[in-house]
């Protein structure tokens, strides 16, 4: 969340890295306090924080391919593929799930902690595969429903569908991964 970064090293945290860990910005952090140098480490210690900025951009990639470059690298080619077509099954069902309540999100009767809920795990297993902007969009759903804006939720639902669509064709088509028959 913004502003989290701040509040934790203000209160005495060394470090702080956000989701979805990348495996570059553990190894950085890392190599800064494990005895990198022997000076105690200040803000020019403390690599940046990748989570801080607007929160993501709708007209750019739907797939970060750093992010899947670093999954290949930590579990390999070949099992990218099988791990991929079990997110997107997850996802599938999540984003069933999603648009099941848009209609009572607009209606001003949807389960508002029953979609935070949705947006959150949506939120972190999207990172987890390089779909930022969707993670993005769930995080932002997620701490409006736990605020109880029911208006910018129902705004925002729509386009966290259709992000996470433009991530599952581009995880299919980057991957190889079909779609299931019908």
Known sequence: MPGT???CLRAGMSDYLTKPISRAGLLAALDCWIGASET????????ADPGDGSGGDDSGDALDEAVLADLVE????????LIV????????????????MAESVLAG????RALAGEAHDLSSLA??????????HA????????????????????V???????????????????????
């Open 5 to 7: 970064r701040e509040l």
């Open 40 to 47: 105690k480490a200040g803000s020019a210690g403390v690599p």
């Open 74 to 81: 930590t579990v390999g080619a070949d099992n990218l593929a």
């Open 85 to 100: 077509d079990s997110f997107l099954d997850d996802v599938s069902r999540r984003l069933e799930r999603l648009s099941a």
């Open 109 to 112: 009767t949807a389960d508002l």
């Open 127 to 136: 990172g987890s595969f390089g779909g930022m902007t969707v993670m993005h």
């Open 139 to 158: 995080w932002r759903m997620e701490v409006l429903c736990r605020n109880g804006d029911r208006d910018q939720a129902g705004q925002l639902l729509p």
């Open 160 to 182: 966290l569908l259709h992000e996470s669509a433009r991530l599952e064709r581009s995880l299919r088509e980057r991957t190889g991964v079909q779609r299931p028959a019908a």
